[in-house]
Nanobody, 124 residues
């Protein structure tokens, strides 16, 4: 069992930055691939970024590549999403998720545990 709690969301102007954190509990965190997803009003949940269990591999959605960076600290059971050069279209609820495998899955069905989400709003 893994419990995930996101934090760090908020309101920011376009061009600004935010850092999201996801604190995990449970022994399986360190062997799990960890992903960030987001869901805007009226839209389906979409993949943002993923990091493998040992940080060796990361993968990003094209829409955030070059602006967002995912990282993790297994000693602290925490995964991060650094978001720079934010755009109004980045506005969404951001979710942290733990996969059932240690790699870099990008589909929602490949994730077993989800956090409650944190709101990110980017004003123009």
């Amino acid at each position: 069992q893994v419990q995930l709690v996101e934090s760090g969301g908020g309101l920011v102007q376009a061009g600004g930055s935010l850092r999201l954190s996801c604190a995990a509990s449970g022994r399986t965190f360190r062997s799990s691939g960890m992903g960030w997803f987001r869901q805007a009003p009226g839209k389906e949940r979409e993949f943002v970024a993923v990091i493998s269990w040992n940080s060796a591999n990361t993968y990003y959605a094209d829409s955030v590549k070059g602006r967002f960076t995912i990282s993790r600290d297994n000693a602290k059971n925490t995964v991060y999403l650094q978001m720079n050069s934010l755009k109004p279209e980045d506005t969404a609820v951001y979710y942290c998720a733990a996969a059932g495998i240690g790699g870099t899955p990008i589909e929602t069905y490949e994730y077993d545990y989800w956090g409650q989400g944190t709101q990110v709003t980017v004003s123009s």
